[in-house]
């Protein structure tokens, strides 16, 4: 052998080594280099997403503070004066039980001949009463809107409630303006009190602390605590013995009010509680003495379902009772009581009105900011009225005169008046004039003071407006993926930029406040609009700086040419016809039933597409039209599950309902809609794996315990179980339910999604032995190993997360909305079988269509664009009483459960039946740009619906409609940015392709 080659030889086995571990180590570098790519840029799209969100926030907040103004309260407080502004008159009672009925509507007080609704002639002892002398009942009728705690500050102060303030009815600080408890408190008189806490947090300062009993009053799933907590604490303060402790006893039931929200008024309960009021108030009356004066009231009514908060007839009419056991009312010869006619000739009385009558009768000052007028039958003739109607007016015009921008017309008429009076205050002939000029003098003065607080800061407005508009700006050029705008937002020059121009922006607005100082201008307004603006800028200037304006103009027509079709222009037609709903008060009522519309039509487009699709196989197009009728006929059904507005009747049957049949049902959806998720995995030979454990077991027991704790519900609160005997399983039965709640609720929300985060893909390896078939040459049997589900591994580990949230969600959902939230999951596999097939997931067409199913959803499981719909009483599911966050979580998922869904779901429009890529960075920029796509298609709507309720500030309905459905899109932005960047990006998409990657990348 040639020693010269030796060397050669010898060395080549480890030469051979070194090559495969270079080329080994060479594999890891670009492995590792390719993760820690994908890692920046999906840090650099969360950053971007977070930079938009924070912009589309500041935009809301500035049309929010310049749209729900909230008015300025004068800090003044009513004195009495031995001058001629004397606005005290002498007492004519020494005591007063104020007793007040949440939601005790009108027609709850009055008889009703032939009805046999629970909720009538229950209630008789008011009525019975007020046939005679000593007592009156009136119709009370309360200010939009009718929230407890607004209607509170009107009963006590005399004001009226701006609409921002319905949402401080769960941040109860106290009053800070004139009211006769602190009057009374003043006079160091006495206040017992017990019953709803609101009072306490209202006006804890000027209550004895001794008598003083506040109950939590926001569960409404518990109608006897408060109820009997006043009960227990009033009888034993009105004995003989114990009057002295006090001057004023206040007592708020909730009873009737829980009963609504939790019931409806067509309830068996509504009965037992207008039972026990009637008792209450027939006990009250045998134990006050003769100089204590008993008012009996409700602070507002209730609709159909039991809900209140809107203006509706029915929310607004409320009751006042007033008695004295020896003194005379001044009731007026009209006061007949026509029981046919549902009280139509019942007088009515504003609730402010109670403020300057309850103060006079008191023989106390009438509270500054007092906009009411006496009640006429609250004293002992005409003589004596007209003596408080001039008190009264002194203290209006005084209002006035410390108010800037009031009419002098009106000022004029004062002065005319008191010219009148003060000739003829003695003449009875003209006492009737008198009172009437004076009560329109109050009038005039109340109706401009309610256009005065309806003045909208147009600059603020303005502000909101263009600021969303800059952010949709870029968001719709972010969205539609121009791939050079793309790649420079992932670098960190780019994120640099924007860092450091809202920095700039914060500073240069911090200096000018400083500098300038303007009026109308705070802070937090300055730094907002600097920030807001610095972000928009930073997003723009790099982009201008690296291409011409010109070059992305041509950028966007070439993208939207090349990828226009049909499919995109139907897309563009729903964006827009959903915009234009907002520029109708009847579009918007009925939003349900255009939603509705909407996706019909894409349903059949999709059926047709189907049909003409010739280039699918036949069997595969079968399947595909099967799909689109499947998508089609489920919308149509879950429509018909409506809560009805109270402008869509009688157009509109509510359906919204809990009863047997829905209970029913949703045991069979426990064992039927895994049935279905199972059969969409069998279509990519996915379930295997994670799949049986999560959809076969998890999701059926889930389900099953779900159907459980509402089916415990539905008999907990049944009329047979309420009317029987078996009230010793009632606390039993609250416990299972908190124990079921809690558990699926920690389950599905902390355990599966852990798990998920930690668990396998719904992949198998099956391995097989295949003997040679030629009999002449036969070998060693042959293994092959096949990876069932590789088609769909993205997809069917992904849909998983979906089903975690969407069970936690069905929960917190009516029986009846859980139906449609299985509707919805179908939906969605349905669409994204369509999507595979007719080749549209990356068209602008899906992600459109998530976005209206999400609205359909939302009014199918119980919700409208108004107050009265939201569903409070769900947050006590797990808690007996307000917990943070608890109660909150739930309120939030049944509020906006199917938009969650939706949002958790929009990355399946990519990741569906779509193999591992050896490109994940591509995959996840499909994914951002349907996320991006859905928060523009949300950035259109809500704008629209902004831009149009500033145009319509002056519409009839503005408070009633448009105000509501604003509120609704600016919720909704906030949610689909927090939704969609922390859990379905952040936490969902995240892992699931980097998982993915980690063991199919290469």
Same mark, same amino acid.
């Given at each position: 052998?040639?020693?010269?080659?030796?060397?050669?030889?010898?060395?080549?086995?480890?030469?051979?080594?070194? &090559?495969?571990?270079?080329?080994? +180590?060479?594999?890891?570098?670009?492995?590792?280099?390719?993760?820690?790519?994908?890692?920046?840029?999906?840090?650099?799209?969360?950053?971007?997403?977070?930079?938009?969100?924070?912009?589309?926030?500041?935009?809301?907040?500035?049309?929010?503070?310049?749209?729900?103004?909230?008015?300025?309260?004068?800090?003044?407080?009513?004195?009495?004066?031995?001058?001629?502004?004397?606005?005290?008159?002498?007492?004519?009672?020494?005591?007063?039980?104020?007793?007040?009925?949440?939601?005790?509507?009108?027609?709850? *007080?009055?008889?009703?001949?032939?009805?046999?609704?629970?909720?009538? !002639?229950? @209630?008789?002892?008011?009525?019975?009463?007020?046939?005679?002398?000593?007592?009156?009942?009136?119709?009370?009728?309360?200010?939009?809107?009718?929230?407890?705690?607004?209607?509170?500050?009107?009963?006590?102060?005399?004001?009226?409630?701006?609409?921002?303030?319905?949402?401080?009815?769960?941040?109860?600080?106290?009053? %800070?303006?004139?009211?006769?408890?602190?009057?009374?408190?003043?006079? !160091?008189?006495?206040?017992?009190?017990?019953?709803?806490?609101?009072?306490?947090?209202?006006?804890?300062?000027?209550?004895?602390?001794?008598?003083?009993?506040?109950?939590?009053?926001?569960?409404?799933?518990?109608?006897?605590?408060?109820?009997?907590?006043?009960?227990?604490?009033?009888?034993?303060?009105?004995?003989?013995?114990?009057?002295?402790?006090?001057?004023?006893?206040?007592?708020?039931?909730?009873?009737?009010?829980?009963?609504?929200?939790?019931?409806?008024?067509?309830?068996?309960?509504?009965?037992?509680?207008?039972?026990?009021? !009637?008792?209450?108030?027939?006990?009250?009356?045998?134990?006050?003495?003769?100089?204590?004066?008993?008012?009996?009231?409700?602070?507002?009514?209730?609709?159909?379902?039991?809900?209140?908060?809107?203006?509706?007839?029915?929310?607004?009419?409320?009751?006042?009772? &007033?008695?004295?056991?020896?003194?005379?009312?001044?009731?007026?010869?009209?006061?007949?009581?026509?029981?046919?006619?549902?009280?139509?000739?019942?007088?009515?009385?504003?609730?402010?009105?109670?403020?300057?009558?309850?103060?006079?009768?008191?023989?106390?000052?009438?509270?500054?900011?007092?906009?009411?007028?006496?009640?006429?039958?609250?004293?002992?003739?005409?003589?004596?009225?007209?003596?408080?109607?001039?008190?009264?007016?002194?203290?209006?015009?005084?209002?006035?005169?410390?108010?800037?921008?009031?009419?002098?017309?009106?000022?004029?008429?004062?002065?005319?008046?008191?010219?009148?009076?003060?000739?003829?205050?003695?003449?009875?002939?003209?006492?009737?004039?008198?009172?009437?000029?004076?009560?329109?003098?109050?009038?005039?003065?109340?109706?401009?003071?309610?256009?005065?607080?309806?003045?909208? %800061?147009?600059?603020?407005?303005?502000?909101?407006?263009?600021?969303?508009?800059?952010?949709?700006?870029?968001?719709?050029?972010? *969205?539609?993926?121009?791939?050079?705008?793309?790649?420079?937002?992932?670098?960190?020059?780019?994120?640099?930029?924007?860092?450091?121009?809202?920095?700039?922006?914060?500073?240069? +607005?911090?200096?000018?406040?400083?500098?300038?100082?303007?009026?109308?201008?705070?802070?937090?307004?300055?730094?907002?609009?600097?920030?807001?603006?610095?972000?928009?800028?930073?997003?723009?200037?790099?982009?201008? %700086?690296?291409?011409?304006?010109?070059?992305?103009?041509?950028?966007?027509?070439?993208?939207? /040419?090349?990828?226009?079709?049909?499919?995109?222009?139907?897309?563009?037609?729903?964006?827009?016809?959903?915009?234009?709903?907002?520029?109708?008060?009847?579009?918007?009522?009925?939003?349900?039933?255009?939603?509705?519309?909407?996706?019909?039509?894409?349903?059949?487009?999709?059926?047709?597409?189907?049909?003409?699709?010739?280039?699918?196989?036949?069997?595969?197009?079968?399947?595909?039209?099967?799909? *689109?009728?499947?998508?089609?006929?489920?919308?149509?059904?879950?429509?018909?599950?409506?809560?009805?507005?109270?402008?869509?009747?009688?157009?509109?049957?509510?359906?919204?309902?809990?009863?047997?049949?829905?209970?029913?049902?949703?045991?069979?959806?426990?064992?039927?809609?895994?049935?279905?998720?199972?059969?969409?995995?069998? =279509? +990519?030979?996915?379930?295997?794996?994670?799949?049986?454990?999560?959809?076969?077991?998890?999701?059926?027991?889930?389900?099953?315990?779900?159907?459980?704790?509402?089916?415990?519900?539905?008999?907990?609160?049944?009329?047979?179980?309420?009317?029987?005997?078996?009230? =010793?399983?009632?606390?039993?039965?609250?416990?299972?339910?908190? #124990?079921?709640?809690?558990?699926?609720?920690?389950?599905? =929300?902390?355990?599966?999604?852990?798990?998920?985060?930690?668990?396998?893909?719904?992949?198998?390896?099956?391995?097989?032995?295949?003997?040679?078939?030629?009999?002449?040459?036969?070998?060693?049997?042959?293994?092959?190993?096949?990876?069932?589900?590789?088609?769909?591994?993205?997809?069917?580990?992904?849909? &998983?997360?979906?089903?975690?949230? #969407?069970?936690?969600?069905?929960?917190?959902?009516?029986?009846?909305?859980?139906?449609?939230?299985?509707?919805?999951?179908?939906?969605?596999?349905?669409?994204?079988?369509?999507?595979?097939?007719?080749?549209?997931?990356?068209?602008?067409?899906?992600?459109?269509?998530?976005?209206?199913?999400?609205?359909?959803?939302?009014?199918?499981?119980?919700?409208?664009?108004?107050?009265?719909?939201?569903?409070?009483?769900?947050?006590?599911?797990?808690?007996?009483?307000?917990?943070?966050?608890?109660?909150?979580?739930?309120?939030?998922?049944?509020?906006?459960? +199917?938009?969650?869904?939706?949002?958790?779901?929009?990355?399946?429009?990519?990741?569906?039946?779509?193999?591992?890529?050896?490109?994940?960075?591509?995959?996840?920029?499909?994914?951002?740009?349907?996320?991006?796509?859905?928060?523009?298609?949300?950035?259109?709507?809500?704008?629209?619906?902004?831009?149009?309720?500033?145009?319509?500030?002056?519409?009839?309905?503005?408070?009633?409609?448009? *105000?509501?459905?604003?509120?609704?899109?600016?919720?909704?932005? /906030?949610?689909?940015?927090?939704?969609?960047?922390?859990?379905?990006?952040?936490?969902?998409?995240?892992?699931?392709?980097?998982?993915?990657?980690?063991? @199919?990348?290469?």
């Amino acid at each position: 052998m040639d020693q010269s080659h030796q060397p050669e030889l010898i060395g080549s086995p480890a030469r051979q080594r070194i &090559l495969k571990q270079q080329q080994q +180590s060479q594999q890891l570098a670009r492995t590792r280099i390719r993760k820690q790519k994908l890692k920046f840029t999906f840090i650099g799209y969360l950053i971007v997403l977070v930079f938009l969100a924070i912009v589309q926030f500041i935009g809301i907040g500035f049309f929010t503070q310049g749209f729900l103004l909230s008015r300025q309260v004068l800090p003044n407080i009513s004195e009495c004066t031995n001058d001629q502004l004397n606005t005290c008159h002498p007492a004519r009672f020494e005591k007063a039980v104020v007793l007040v009925i949440d939601a005790l509507r009108f027609d709850f *007080a009055i008889p009703v001949e032939g009805s046999e609704e629970y909720y009538h !002639n229950n @209630f008789p002892i008011l009525h019975k009463l007020a046939q005679k002398d000593n007592a009156v009942l009136l119709k009370f009728m309360a200010d939009p809107p009718t929230t407890t705690l607004q209607r509170l500050k009107g009963l006590t102060t005399g004001s009226l409630p701006t609409f921002i303030d319905a949402g401080s009815n769960f941040d109860g600080d106290a009053i %800070d303006e004139d009211n006769w408890l602190l009057q009374l408190h003043r006079r !160091n008189q006495s206040i017992a009190f017990m019953g709803d806490d609101t009072w306490y947090a209202l006006f804890n300062e000027y209550v004895n602390p001794e008598l003083n009993f506040p109950y939590p009053s926001l569960n409404v799933w518990d109608l006897d605590t408060v109820d009997n907590g006043v009960i227990e604490h009033l009888f034993p303060l009105i004995q003989k013995e114990n009057r002295t402790q006090w001057d004023v006893l206040i007592g708020h039931f909730l009873g009737v009010d829980h009963v609504g929200h939790r019931y409806g008024p067509r309830h068996f309960s509504m009965k037992e509680k207008l039972n026990q009021m !009637n008792q209450v108030i027939e006990d009250t009356i045998k134990q006050i003495d003769d100089k204590t004066l008993l008012i009996v009231m409700g602070d507002h009514g209730m609709d159909s379902t039991g809900n209140h908060g809107g203006d509706s007839l029915d929310e607004l009419e409320s009751t006042l009772f &007033l008695y004295s056991k020896n003194k005379r009312f001044n009731k007026k010869s009209n006061d007949h009581y026509n029981v046919s006619e549902l009280g139509k000739n019942y007088r009515s009385v504003n609730q402010i009105d109670l403020v300057s009558t309850i103060s006079l009768l008191l023989g106390l000052p009438i509270p500054y900011n007092n906009l009411g007028f006496p009640i006429d039958e609250a004293f002992s003739n005409d003589h004596e009225l007209n003596q408080v109607i001039f008190k009264a007016a002194q203290q209006i015009q005084s209002f006035r005169d410390a108010t800037p921008n009031l009419s002098p017309i009106i000022n004029e008429k004062y002065r005319l008046f008191m010219l009148d009076y003060s000739v003829n205050s003695e003449n009875k002939k003209q006492w009737e004039h008198l009172i009437q000029s004076a009560k329109d003098y109050q009038y005039e003065s109340l109706e401009e003071c309610k256009r005065l607080w309806a003045r909208f %800061d147009l600059k603020m407005i303005s502000f909101g407006i263009i600021i969303i508009f800059l952010s949709l700006t870029f968001t719709l050029t972010y *969205a539609r993926s121009i791939p050079s705008v793309r790649v420079l937002t992932m670098s960190f020059e780019f994120i640099g930029s924007v860092i450091a121009m809202s920095l700039l922006g914060l500073v240069l +607005s911090f200096s000018m406040f400083v500098v300038l100082k303007p009026t109308d201008f705070n802070l937090k307004r300055c730094l907002g609009l600097g920030a807001s603006l610095g972000i928009i800028i930073g997003f723009w200037a790099p982009i201008m %700086d690296r291409f011409s304006l010109n070059w992305l103009w041509h950028q966007v027509r070439d993208f939207f /040419i090349y990828n226009f079709n049909s499919w995109s222009f139907l897309g563009l037609i729903f964006v827009s016809l959903h915009c234009l709903i907002f520029a109708s008060n009847s579009y918007v009522v009925w939003e349900d039933q255009m939603v509705l519309f909407l996706i019909i039509t894409f349903g059949f487009c999709c059926i047709f597409g189907s049909l003409v699709n010739t280039s699918l196989p036949r069997t595969q197009r079968i399947l595909c039209i099967l799909h *689109a009728i499947t998508f089609t006929v489920l919308s149509r059904v879950a429509s018909s599950i409506t809560l009805c507005r109270e402008e869509q009747r009688p157009y509109c049957e509510p359906t919204f309902k809990s009863s047997w049949w829905s209970i029913v049902l949703l045991h069979v959806s426990s064992y039927t809609l895994p049935t279905i998720v199972k059969s969409f995995y069998e =279509l +990519s030979d996915s379930y295997h794996s994670a799949a049986p454990l999560w959809i076969g077991t998890g999701v059926k027991f889930l389900m099953f315990m779900n159907a459980i704790y509402w089916t415990v519900e539905y008999v907990q609160n049944s009329e047979y179980f309420l009317a029987s005997n078996f009230n =010793l399983s009632e606390p039993l039965l609250k416990s299972l339910k908190l #124990a079921i709640a809690r558990l699926v609720l920690f389950i599905s =929300l902390i355990l599966a999604n852990f798990s998920w985060s930690r668990g396998p893909l719904c992949v198998k390896l099956d391995i097989k032995e295949e003997v040679s078939q030629d009999s002449e040459n036969p070998s060693q049997p042959q293994k092959t190993a096949t990876i069932l589900g590789y088609g769909n591994v993205y997809g069917s580990s992904y849909f &998983l997360l979906v089903l975690n949230f #969407a069970i936690a969600i069905m929960l917190v959902t009516k029986p009846i909305g859980v139906i449609s939230l299985n509707i919805l999951i179908v939906q969605i596999l349905s669409l994204l079988e369509l999507f595979d097939a007719l080749d549209i997931r990356k068209n602008l067409i899906a992600p459109v269509v998530f976005g209206l199913l999400g609205y359909q959803h939302f009014f199918s499981t119980g919700h409208q664009a108004t107050i009265p719909s939201i569903q409070w009483e769900i947050g006590f599911m797990t808690t007996e009483s307000i917990v943070f966050p608890f109660t909150h979580i739930n309120i939030v998922l049944n509020t906006f459960g +199917s938009f969650f869904i939706i949002c958790l779901a929009i990355p399946l429009i990519t990741l569906w039946k779509i193999a591992p890529s050896s490109k994940p960075i591509t995959v996840l920029s499909q994914i951002v740009t349907n996320v991006t796509t859905l928060i523009t298609y949300q950035i259109f709507t809500s704008l629209s619906s902004l831009i149009f309720a500033a145009h319509f500030r002056r519409h009839l309905m503005v408070w009633k409609i448009f *105000a509501p459905r604003f509120m609704l899109s600016g919720m909704l932005l /906030i949610v689909f940015n927090v939704f969609l960047i922390l859990i379905t990006l952040w936490f969902g998409t995240g892992k699931i392709v980097t998982q993915v990657n980690r063991i @199919f990348g290469k």
